[in-house]
C-alpha cells in the first residue's frame, strides 16, 4: 500500500502540480480557440486523491453524475486519461460549441448536421485537452507519452472509474486530478483532468522528475 | 501552491459511525445484523453480492473488483476479488452463527460503462458476474435476485430487517430484487 508514498514524496507532487498547471494554461488557450470565445482561467487546484473516492473527496460522492471522455495512455507512461465535466455544466459546454459551429458555418458555409445535444464534442474537448496536458509533461520531463482515441459515457463518476482502475489491476492507490475552472460570459465551468498512471509508471514519472530538476539546477 | 489548497486523502471511505447506514466503498465488504442499512454506491463494472439468513436477520456486503484472486501480487483486501470475498462473508456471518444452509445471495452491478470498440474478450464486469455466480455455485448457496449487465451505474441499498435489496440507476425508478 505505501508504494507510491516512496516513491513519490511531497517534491514530487509539487513538481507535478507545477506541471498541470502550464497544462491548465495551455488547455484555456486550446479552448477558447476551439470554442472561438474569450475564456478566463481560475488558478487550477492539483489534488492528490485515493483510489476510492470518499465522500469527502472533492469530486463529491461516488455517484455524482458527470460526462466522461476515457482515453488510455501510451508510449513511456501507461495509464488512463479521464476528462470529466459535472452534467451540470455539459449542457452550457454544448452550447457554446454549437455557437461556435454556427459562427464556423456563417464564416466558412459549413452546415452543422447534428443539433441538440451530442456529447461527441465532450469527447473531443477531452481529446484536446489531454493532448495540451500530455504535452506540458513532455516539455517538462521529455516523456513521450500519447493517448488514444476518446470514448464518452454519462453516469456516476465512481462507475465510469472503476474499470480503469480495474485493469490497472488495483495497484494503484493515487489519482492525480487537476481541477480546471473556465470562466466564459461570467458563467464558469468545472472541468477535471484525471491522470491515473499505471504502478510501473509512477516510477518512470518519478524518475524523470528527478532527472528535470537537475537540469533546471544547472 | 499553498498546502491547504492540495488535499491529500488516505483513508477510503468507512462507515460512518452512530448511523443504521454502512457505506461500503469499492473493494470493502461488512457483516452486519438489524438495524442496519449497508449501502454501496457509484456500482460500474464492479459486483456487489450480498448474503442473507433471514432466519437470524443477519447479513452481509461486498463491493467485488476482481473475478478471482490468483495471480495477483502485492496487497490486496479480502474483499476485492470475488472468490476470497465470498469466503470472507461466510466466515463472518458464522462467526454471528448464521448458518450456510440458511443463506441466499443476490447480484448486483457487472455492467460494461464505456462502448469500446477496442474490447474483443468479455468484459471485466461479465468476468466479475461469471466468477461470483460459480463461486457461489460452488458454496451452494441460492441466488434468488440479480440485476447485472447493461451499461449504466447503480447505487444499491441493502436491508437487514427483510433482506431486500434496492437498486438505484441514474434516470431510472428504484428497483427491488
Redesign the interface.
Known sequence: ?N?KEQLMSVEH??FL??MM?VGAGNAVTALSQLLDVEMDLKIP??????????????LG???L?VTCA?M?MVGEVTGYLHFIVQSKDTASLIQLAELATQKGEKRHGWSSSNPGEDFSVIAEIGNIISGVYLTAIHDFCKLNIYH?VP???T?????????S???L???VRHLIVAENEFIVKEKSIKTFMMIIPS?ESIKILADSIDKAKMSYRK | MSNKERLIFDSPARPSPGSPILRIGMGDGVVAGVPHIISSSGLGSCVVVTLYDSKRKLGGLAHIMLPDSHNLNGYHSVYECADTAIAALIKGLQIKRATLSDMVAKLVGGSSMFSSSENFSPGIGEQNIISTKYTLKQKRIPLIGENTGGNYGRNVEFYLDSGRVTVKAIGQEVREI
Not at chain 1, 155 to 163: K, P, S, T, Y
Open positions: 500500500m508504494n507532487i509539487d502540480a507545477e498547471n487546484v492539483v489534488h492528490i486523491l485515493p483510489a476510492v473516492l470518499g465522500e469527502s473527496s472533492i460522492q461516488p455517484s453524475p476515457r488510455n488514444t470514448t464518452v459515457a453516469d456516476m463518476i465512481q462507475a465510469l472509474l472503476d474499470e482502475l480495474i485493469n489491476s488495483r495497484q504502478a
